[in-house]
């Protein structure tokens, strides 16, 4: 990424997150990414045991949330898979 100037009232995006002045929150692409992946995950018309998706998928939603844990997350906008 190319340095860039810009307001912190706008928010700054690094690592993931977005800086704003007084909050710290996910930055948008990497919630769609998450999404994306859990619905990667948790496909119906795979043929896998519920076991494995589970097994697969804990690790997934354990580390995004460890990582993200700092941010200001309220909720997501809209439905948390919609």
């Known amino acids: 990424m190319k340095t860039k100037l810009t307001n912190v009232n706008e928010g700054v995006a690094f690592l993931g997150f977005v800086i704003h ?30 076991e494995e998706v589970i097994k697969e998928l804990n690790p997934v939603l354990r580390g995004w949330m460890n990582y993200y844990l700092v941010a200001n997350i309220d909720r997501f906008t809209g439905s948390f898979m919609g």
């Open 21 to 50: 002045s007084k909050t710290l929150g996910v930055n948008p692409k990497r919630i769609k990414r998450f999404k994306d992946k859990v619905r990667r995950i948790t496909r119906r018309n795979s043929g896998r045991k519920l």
